[in-house]
């Protein structure tokens, strides 16, 4: 199992930036993929985004494409979200997963462990 520790949420206008920060405790890190969801008031929680053990080829939800980008440091046991051009519309808890296997996945049942999630809210 490992542990997962998100932060850098927080309040920021439409337009904005925030980088989220996922850090990983516990079994071998550089062995997992890892991914970002987010789930909004009333929604089922949703896919953001994933990057495989290696780090290359990321994949994105549609929603987020070419604004958000995830990236990874090994030696840091750590996975980044990188969030520009944020609207109302990615307000949310955003939570890390991360799975025992090395590839990427999208899919919440891929991801067998999860941090408590870091409140992102974005005003007009």
């Known amino acids: 199992q490992v542990r997962l520790v998100e932060s850098g949420g927080g309040l920021v206008q439409a337009g904005g930036s925030l980088r989220l920060s996922c850090a990983a405790s516990g079994r071998t890190f550089s062995s997992y993929a890892r991914g970002w969801f987010r789930q909004a008031p009333g929604k089922e929680r949703e896919f953001v985004a994933a990057?495989?053990?290696?780090?290359?080829?990321?994949v994105y939800a549609n929603s987020v494409k070419g604004r958000f980008t995830i990236s990874r440091d090994n030696a840091k046991n750590t996975v980044y979200l990188q969030m520009n051009s944020l609207t109302p519309e990615d307000t949310a808890v955003y939570y890390c997963a991360a799975r025992d296997v090395g590839l990427i996945a999208t899919t919440r049942d891929a991801f067998g462990s999860w941090g408590q999630g870091t409140q992102v809210t974005v005003s007009s």
């Open positions: 990057i495989s053990r290696g780090g290359g080829s990321p």
